[in-house]
Protein backbone atom coordinates (compact mmCIF):
# COMPACT_ATOMS: atom_id res chain seq x y z
CA UNK A 1 0.00 0.00 0.00
CA UNK A 2 1.59 3.46 -0.73
CA UNK A 3 1.66 5.60 2.08
CA UNK A 4 1.25 9.34 1.05
CA UNK A 5 4.23 11.77 2.19
CA UNK A 6 3.53 14.46 4.86
CA UNK A 7 2.68 17.96 3.64
CA UNK A 8 5.74 18.92 3.68
CA UNK A 9 7.78 17.22 1.80
CA UNK A 10 4.98 16.99 -0.89
CA UNK A 11 6.30 18.56 -4.13
CA UNK A 12 3.57 20.25 -5.52
CA UNK A 13 4.26 21.95 -2.12
CA UNK A 14 7.63 23.09 -2.68
CA UNK A 15 6.47 24.21 -6.59
CA UNK A 16 3.52 26.06 -5.25
CA UNK A 17 6.35 27.83 -2.71
CA UNK A 18 9.16 28.71 -5.67
CA UNK A 19 6.30 30.23 -7.99
CA UNK A 20 4.83 32.21 -4.89
CA UNK A 21 8.06 33.49 -3.63
CA UNK A 22 9.50 34.12 -7.58
CA UNK A 23 6.35 36.15 -8.28
CA UNK A 24 6.38 37.73 -4.61
CA UNK A 25 10.08 39.09 -5.28
CA UNK A 26 9.71 40.39 -8.79
CA UNK A 27 6.96 42.44 -7.60
CA UNK A 28 9.06 43.83 -4.93
CA UNK A 29 12.16 44.43 -7.23
CA UNK A 30 9.13 46.65 -9.51
CA UNK A 31 8.81 48.40 -6.34
CA UNK A 32 12.29 49.28 -5.96
CA UNK A 33 12.86 50.15 -9.16
CA UNK A 34 10.40 52.78 -8.69
CA UNK A 35 11.43 53.35 -5.65
CA UNK A 36 14.93 54.23 -6.79
CA UNK A 37 14.16 56.14 -9.85
CA UNK A 38 12.16 58.74 -7.28
CA UNK A 39 15.04 58.86 -5.09
CA UNK A 40 17.89 59.89 -8.08
CA UNK A 41 15.26 62.21 -9.87
CA UNK A 42 16.39 65.88 -10.10
CA UNK A 43 14.61 67.96 -7.81
CA UNK A 44 13.50 64.70 -5.48
CA UNK A 45 14.83 64.74 -1.77
CA UNK A 46 18.67 64.60 -1.96
CA UNK A 47 19.01 65.53 -5.81
CA UNK A 48 18.36 68.82 -6.42
CA UNK A 49 17.17 70.46 -9.52
CA UNK A 50 19.20 71.73 -12.34
CA UNK A 51 18.49 75.32 -11.21
CA UNK A 52 20.07 75.11 -8.35
CA UNK A 53 23.53 75.82 -10.66
CA UNK A 54 21.90 79.32 -10.19
CA UNK A 55 22.64 79.64 -6.56
CA UNK A 56 25.88 79.64 -4.03
CA UNK A 57 26.24 75.86 -2.99
CA UNK A 58 27.62 75.52 0.88
CA UNK A 59 28.69 72.10 2.59
CA UNK A 60 28.69 72.38 6.20
CA UNK A 61 28.64 69.96 8.71
CA UNK A 62 25.09 69.20 10.30
CA UNK A 63 25.52 68.60 14.17
CA UNK A 64 22.15 66.62 14.43
CA UNK A 65 22.76 64.13 11.55
CA UNK A 66 26.39 64.02 12.65
CA UNK A 67 27.29 64.86 8.56
CA UNK A 68 27.99 67.48 6.09
CA UNK A 69 25.14 68.78 4.21
CA UNK A 70 25.17 71.00 1.20
CA UNK A 71 23.23 74.44 2.23
CA UNK A 72 21.42 75.80 -1.05
CA UNK A 73 22.16 79.18 -0.89
CA UNK A 74 21.28 83.00 -2.33
CA UNK A 75 20.76 83.53 -5.82
CA UNK A 76 24.81 83.67 -7.54
CA UNK A 77 24.41 82.94 -11.29
CA UNK A 78 26.78 80.51 -12.76
CA UNK A 79 29.03 82.52 -15.98
CA UNK A 80 26.53 85.64 -14.84
CA UNK A 81 23.45 83.88 -16.07
CA UNK A 82 19.96 83.17 -14.92
CA UNK A 83 19.16 79.69 -16.09
CA UNK A 84 15.98 78.49 -16.43
CA UNK A 85 14.79 74.87 -15.36
CA UNK A 86 15.11 73.61 -18.76
CA UNK A 87 18.48 75.70 -20.05
CA UNK A 88 19.84 74.32 -16.45
CA UNK A 89 19.16 70.84 -17.33
CA UNK A 90 20.47 70.89 -20.80
CA UNK A 91 23.69 72.32 -19.25
CA UNK A 92 23.93 70.23 -16.72
CA UNK A 93 22.88 67.03 -19.43
CA UNK A 94 25.89 68.65 -21.84
CA UNK A 95 28.52 68.19 -19.01
CA UNK A 96 26.98 64.51 -18.11
CA UNK A 97 27.40 63.27 -21.45
CA UNK A 98 30.91 64.83 -21.78
CA UNK A 99 32.20 63.80 -18.86
CA UNK A 100 30.61 60.27 -20.07
CA UNK A 101 31.89 60.88 -23.71
CA UNK A 102 35.61 61.95 -22.57
CA UNK A 103 36.08 59.01 -19.68
CA UNK A 104 36.88 61.05 -17.04
CA UNK A 105 36.18 58.21 -14.60
CA UNK A 106 39.38 56.50 -16.53
CA UNK A 107 41.28 58.45 -13.77
CA UNK A 108 38.45 60.02 -11.43
CA UNK A 109 35.86 58.87 -9.34
CA UNK A 110 32.28 61.03 -9.35
CA UNK A 111 30.27 59.82 -6.39
CA UNK A 112 32.49 57.31 -5.60
CA UNK A 113 32.31 55.46 -9.14
CA UNK A 114 35.20 55.34 -11.31
CA UNK A 115 38.93 55.04 -10.83
CA UNK A 116 41.56 56.42 -7.76
CA UNK A 117 44.81 58.14 -10.00
CA UNK A 118 43.23 61.45 -9.71
CA UNK A 119 40.35 63.59 -6.96
CA UNK A 120 36.78 62.19 -6.44
CA UNK A 121 34.95 64.67 -8.53
CA UNK A 122 31.78 64.81 -6.09
CA UNK A 123 32.76 68.47 -4.70
CA UNK A 124 35.05 69.43 -6.77
CA UNK A 125 33.42 72.72 -7.34
CA UNK A 126 33.65 73.63 -3.56
CA UNK A 127 37.64 72.43 -3.89
CA UNK A 128 39.60 74.71 -1.86
CA UNK A 129 42.21 74.41 -3.70
CA UNK A 130 40.26 77.27 -6.45
CA UNK A 131 41.21 79.73 -4.17
CA UNK A 132 38.12 81.75 -3.80
CA UNK A 133 34.88 82.17 -4.90
CA UNK A 134 35.35 84.86 -6.59
CA UNK A 135 38.45 83.01 -8.91
CA UNK A 136 36.51 79.88 -9.27
CA UNK A 137 34.44 79.89 -12.65
CA UNK A 138 37.73 81.76 -14.13
CA UNK A 139 40.63 78.88 -12.85
CA UNK A 140 38.40 75.83 -13.54
CA UNK A 141 37.60 76.99 -17.10
CA UNK A 142 41.15 77.40 -17.41
CA UNK A 143 42.07 74.39 -15.59
CA UNK A 144 40.20 72.39 -17.77
CA UNK A 145 40.87 74.23 -21.21
CA UNK A 146 44.17 73.49 -20.42
CA UNK A 147 45.23 71.27 -17.46
CA UNK A 148 48.71 70.32 -18.56
CA UNK A 149 49.61 74.19 -18.06
CA UNK A 150 47.49 74.81 -15.35
CA UNK A 151 48.38 71.75 -13.04
CA UNK A 152 47.83 71.80 -9.63
CA UNK A 153 49.20 68.24 -8.97
CA UNK A 154 47.87 68.12 -5.35
CA UNK A 155 51.41 67.24 -4.09
CA UNK A 156 51.49 63.88 -5.80
CA UNK A 157 53.16 64.88 -9.24
CA UNK A 158 50.25 62.92 -11.19
CA UNK A 159 49.04 65.43 -14.43
CA UNK A 160 45.64 65.47 -16.21
CA UNK A 161 45.88 65.24 -19.94
CA UNK A 162 44.43 67.56 -22.12
CA UNK A 163 40.78 66.66 -22.69
CA UNK A 164 40.39 68.60 -25.44
CA UNK A 165 37.11 69.88 -24.52
CA UNK A 166 35.22 72.89 -26.52
CA UNK A 167 34.06 75.79 -24.60
CA UNK A 168 30.31 74.73 -24.83
CA UNK A 169 31.24 71.20 -23.23
CA UNK A 170 33.78 72.93 -20.38
CA UNK A 171 30.99 75.34 -19.48
CA UNK A 172 28.74 72.26 -19.17
CA UNK A 173 31.34 69.97 -17.47
CA UNK A 174 31.73 72.87 -14.46
CA UNK A 175 27.69 73.24 -14.26
CA UNK A 176 27.00 69.26 -13.72
CA UNK A 177 30.02 70.07 -11.25
CA UNK A 178 28.56 72.37 -9.67
CA UNK A 179 25.15 70.45 -9.62
CA UNK A 180 26.93 67.51 -8.43
CA UNK A 181 28.17 69.23 -5.64
CA UNK A 182 24.94 70.09 -4.40
CA UNK A 183 23.49 66.26 -4.51
CA UNK A 184 23.14 65.22 -0.75
CA UNK A 185 25.74 62.39 -0.73
CA UNK A 186 25.13 61.37 2.85
CA UNK A 187 28.62 63.16 4.41
CA UNK A 188 30.46 61.59 1.17
CA UNK A 189 33.62 62.36 0.57
CA UNK A 190 34.11 61.89 4.54
CA UNK A 191 35.94 64.80 6.28
CA UNK A 192 35.81 66.97 3.09
CA UNK A 193 36.73 70.81 3.83
CA UNK A 194 34.80 73.03 1.42
CA UNK A 195 35.89 76.52 0.12
CA UNK A 196 34.88 78.94 2.26
CA UNK A 197 31.83 80.75 0.66
CA UNK A 198 30.27 83.81 0.73
CA UNK A 199 27.08 83.22 2.69
CA UNK A 200 29.16 81.28 5.85
C1 LIG B 1 44.54 60.43 -17.39
C2 LIG B 1 43.90 60.74 -16.15
C3 LIG B 1 42.81 61.81 -16.12
C4 LIG B 1 41.71 61.93 -16.93
C5 LIG B 1 41.24 61.00 -18.06
C6 LIG B 1 40.99 63.09 -16.46
N1 LIG B 1 41.62 63.67 -15.40
FE1 LIG B 1 40.99 65.26 -14.30
N2 LIG B 1 42.65 65.17 -13.15
C7 LIG B 1 43.66 64.22 -13.28
C8 LIG B 1 44.68 64.48 -12.31
C9 LIG B 1 45.96 63.67 -12.13
C10 LIG B 1 44.25 65.62 -11.58
C11 LIG B 1 44.99 66.32 -10.45
C12 LIG B 1 46.17 67.06 -11.01
C13 LIG B 1 45.96 68.45 -11.41
O1 LIG B 1 45.15 69.18 -10.81
O2 LIG B 1 46.68 68.89 -12.35
C14 LIG B 1 42.97 66.02 -12.13
C15 LIG B 1 42.21 67.06 -11.63
C16 LIG B 1 40.95 67.40 -12.09
C17 LIG B 1 40.11 68.43 -11.52
C18 LIG B 1 40.40 69.26 -10.29
C19 LIG B 1 39.86 68.48 -9.10
C20 LIG B 1 39.66 69.25 -7.84
O3 LIG B 1 39.21 68.65 -6.85
O4 LIG B 1 39.93 70.44 -7.79
C21 LIG B 1 38.96 68.47 -12.26
C22 LIG B 1 37.75 69.37 -12.07
C23 LIG B 1 39.10 67.47 -13.30
N3 LIG B 1 40.31 66.84 -13.17
C24 LIG B 1 38.13 67.20 -14.25
C25 LIG B 1 38.27 66.23 -15.23
C26 LIG B 1 37.29 66.02 -16.27
C27 LIG B 1 36.01 66.81 -16.41
C28 LIG B 1 37.78 65.01 -17.05
C29 LIG B 1 37.16 64.43 -18.31
C30 LIG B 1 36.84 65.41 -19.35
C31 LIG B 1 39.04 64.57 -16.49
N4 LIG B 1 39.31 65.34 -15.40
C32 LIG B 1 39.79 63.53 -17.01
C33 LIG B 1 43.69 63.17 -14.17
C34 LIG B 1 42.77 62.91 -15.17
Known sequence: MKTSAPWWAAEDFWRKCAIFITAFMALILI??????LAAITAGAGRVPAYSVINHRIDYRFDRELGRSMPIIGDEVPLFGTKFS??????LVNLGKLTVQAKNCMNC?????????????LTKAWLDPGWGNE?????????????????????????????????DAEVRGVIAFLKWMSAVDTNGFPHGFKPLPQGGS
Open 31 to 36: LLTFHS
Open 85 to 90: EVEARE
Open 108 to 120: HTLLGNGAYYAPD
Open 134 to 166: QARELLMTMFLKDPVANARTFGTGRRMPNPELS
